[in-house]
């Protein structure tokens, strides 16, 4: 019981920093463009990069979010595929993997 409780206090730590992270992003791809269209372009190219960054982060915030319900509702470390247990050493790596290592190479 207090190593789930210290997973789930590491999830939500790792859950409240990708929010920073996205919140961060949106702030800064919300700000007006120069009006030089030379910038423009190359604003929009800088752009890029972090649109993928916060696509990135808003996957794994699921994917957290995901595992602290499974954790809440007993079901975490069981594969979502076959029902057996995700070992230990993939859930130490992957805190949120949801298949064992045996269903992801199906």
Sequence with gaps: MEELNKIKKTLEDKLAELTNRVNSIETELSQP???????????????????????????EIKKIKTALIKIDNGSYGKCGECGKQISDKRLEALPYAIKCLSCIDE
């Design 33 to 59: 463009n120069d009006d030089d269209s030379s910038e423009d372009a190359s604003e929009s190219q800088a752009d890029e990069p972090m649109e993928a960054v916060e696509e990135m982060s808003l996957e």
